[in-house]
DNA sequence: GCCGTTTTCGGCCCGACTGTTTTCAGTCG
């Protein structure tokens, strides 16, 4: 395997921002980008697939793109897409980022002026060549400057969920507050649950919008108010978030929380079953003849379209609508099915607080068992214990749960995989602990087939019954390993070997699509706060956002088994 | 370029806002 959806996907997105540069057939543009957004959402690699005919069976997927995308699978190239390279200056293509350029005047520019990338355009802007153009003005000259000279810094993160709930909260609580509001909901990806949010869609539903649009301008956090209309608005909040916000009347509150949760391409599959279905859907409501029928509700709106409810962390066009309509769509785990966490510290190795503490924490969050999981010693893990260190860790574990009635603590060790794939603590030392979590540590870098290997190495060793944060991903800051999971998630499947959804804000690791892969396959997920405090059991909540997102269910999850199921379950993974 | 219990041709999601216009195209979400 070589060719991965990401870089079909991305390839078909260069060929939709060229063909649009060309001014080519919208429809057609669209279709790639559809084709883009399909082969992303899906839970396994097209090349593992056997062809063409079944390319074609995914949506938006017609026979000219399943051809192209089995050359680039049997090649790694697309002639159109080189063909297209060649026609378009490289250039142009940075320039649709800018904001206020779209097709239509990335070509003018091209055309009238000869530009063909960031550095003439900056040069026509200095010159004062634009204002010739037929489409540009003194504002969007403005505009231009501004977002050029910035460009260099422009890379900025989106931001962790978690880091978006400390302003998006506040801004609910305060829109709330406004005379008038009935109610206020932050929708977008940040309602969807993704890991990290571009910005803050947030919705309120209110007889009129002049005092929400007043109060936003009044609100301390607002940096600068960037758009403002009679029903919506747009800024920007001192850590830099852009927030939409939107008001519109009760009946429509339905319709428009619908909307503004999306994602986009769920939107279009609504819409369309809307027409199918000979009505027209707007964030305003469902209309039949300019007769609204439905829109106050979410409910109500999915039930017009003959619908079961949706829950917002699935509507990402990935399968969800069809679902829905023949009554197929997952129960999805909650926070409340959890009856342990499989992956924790302690003061002993790079937590902070005492084993006392953290499993009183364990207790108070409601749960009924609790791992501890130090890191064992190892080059590179700082106060790693070692097998000596270990049991005397598992005697304190013993004494604890002699004065415990309503909690039990488990031994275990979250034992590093070297980079030859061996484990760093020897199998004698991992047979007297009741869970073995394995994960790497290092040497991140590594090529597909080495990395693959090495886990698959690691997966081999008896008495290993979790593989902790198999990406090894930090959102922003490391992206993840190389790592052939399809075949991690067979060996896991074939060993009874679960795989772990960690719920690290910054790792949330495994992703929403290996979830969803992992949970078809039938391997069993371990959703893990990886708490290294106290209080960081609260970021169960997160993995268990994580695992809706891939569809999991309670029954897809190890630690919503009661004790003794779960260590039934963990004593077959040893074989 | 895709797609079809309306269609194999003629459609393709919908609306707000801005800026550049002098009635609306382009961009954005």
Redesign the pocket.
């Known amino acids: 395997m070589s060719v991965h959806n990401e870089e079909i996907a991305a390839a078909f997105d260069e060929m939709a921002d060229l063909l649009a540069i060309q001014g080519g057939?919208p429809?057609?543009i669209?279709?790639?980008q559809q084709?883009a957004q399909v082969v992303r959402g899906l839970p396994h690699e097209l090349s593992g697939m056997t062809g063409p005919d079944e390319y074609?069976e995914l949506?938006?997927?017609?026979?000219?793109?399943?051809g192209k995308i089995a050359e680039l699978v049997r090649t790694g190239e697309l002639r159109?897409l080189a063909q297209l390279r060649r026609q378009v200056p490289a250039g142009l293509r940075e320039l649709l980022a800018?904001?206020?350029?779209?097709?239509?005047?990335?070509r003018a520019l091209r055309s009238g002026l000869r530009i063909r990338n960031g550095a003439d355009l900056k040069r026509a802007l200095a010159a004062g060549r634009l204002a010739r153009l037929?489409?540009?003005?003194?504002?969007?000259?403005a505009?231009l400057r501004v977002a050029l000279a910035g460009a260099g810094e422009r890379a900025a993160k989106r931001p962790l969920r978690t880091v978006a709930a400390q302003f998006a909260e506040p801004l609910r609580a305060y829109l709330k507050s406004v005379p008038g509001v009935s109610e206020v909901e932050i929708a977008g990806s940040y309602r969807r649950g993704r890991d990290t949010v571009g910005d803050l869609?947030v919705l309120v539903g209110a007889r009129t919008a002049a005092a929400t649009l007043k109060a936003l301008r009044a609100y301390s956090d607002l940096r600068t108010l960037t758009?403002?209309?009679?029903?919506?608005a747009t800024g920007v909040l001192r850590n830099g978030m852009?927030v939409?916000i939107r008001v519109v009347a009760p009946q429509s509150f339905g319709a428009a929380l619908h909307y503004f949760t999306g994602s986009?391409d769920h939107?279009?599959h609504m819409?369309?079953r809307?027409?199918?279905l000979?009505c027209?859907?707007?964030?305003?409501g469902l209309f039949r003849g300019g007769k609204r029928v439905a829109g106050a509700s979410e409910v109500q709106l999915l039930e017009a379209l003959g619908l079961r409810w949706i829950a917002p962390e699935l509507r990402e066009d990935r399968g969800e609508i069809e679902a829905a309509e023949a009554g197929a769509l997952p129960e999805l785990i909650e926070r409340a099915d959890l009856e342990g966490d499989l992956h924790v510290h302690t003061d002993a190795s790079d937590g902070r607080d005492t084993l006392a503490a953290m499993v009183e924490a364990a207790r108070q969050h409601g749960l009924r068992y609790v791992a501890i999981t130090d890191h064992a010693q190892h080059l590179g893990i700082v106060h790693g214990l070692d097998a000596a260190r270990l049991a005397r860790q598992a005697d304190a574990i013993d004494a604890l749960n002699e004065q415990l009635d309503d909690i039990v603590v488990l031994k275990g060790a979250e034992v590093d995989i070297l980079e030859d794939g061996r484990l760093a603590l020897p199998d004698a030392v991992l047979a007297r602990l009741d869970v073995a979590v394995i994960a790497i540590h290092g040497h991140f870098d590594k090529s597909e087939a080495e990395q693959t290997a090495r886990v698959l190495r690691a997966l081999e060793r008896p008495y290993v019954s979790i593989l902790a944060h198999p990406s090894g991903r930090l959102l922003g800051e490391r992206a993840p390993c190389a790592l052939d999971f399809e075949r991690i998630i067979a060996a896991a499947r074939a060993r009874g070997c679960c795989l772990e959804v960690n719920g690290q804000p910054n790792r949330l690791d495994l992703d929403d699509l290996h979830v969803k892969a992992a949970r078809d396959a039938g391997v069993l997920l371990s959703l893990a706060s990886d708490s290294h405090s106290a209080e960081q059991f609260a970021y169960l909540d997160c993995a268990v956002l994580q695992a809706r997102r891939g569809w999991a269910r309670r029954q897809d999850v190890l630690n919503t088994r009661p004790l003794a199921e779960l260590r039934t379950l963990l004593g077959a993974a040893r074989r």
Do not use: C
């Not at 800018?98 to 990335?106: D, K, S, T």
């Not at 758009?227 to 919506?232: D, E, N, P, V």
């Not at 027209?280 to 305003?284: A, D, F, I, Q, T």
């Open positions: 057939n429809f057609r669209r279709a790639y084709a074609q949506p938006g997927i017609g026979a000219d793109l399943a159109a800018l904001p206020g350029l779209g097709p239509v005047r990335v037929r489409g540009f003005g003194p504002a969007l000259e505009r869609d758009a403002a209309g009679t029903t919506k852009q939409d986009r939107n279009i819409r369309r809307a027409q199918e000979g027209k859907l707007s964030e305003y």
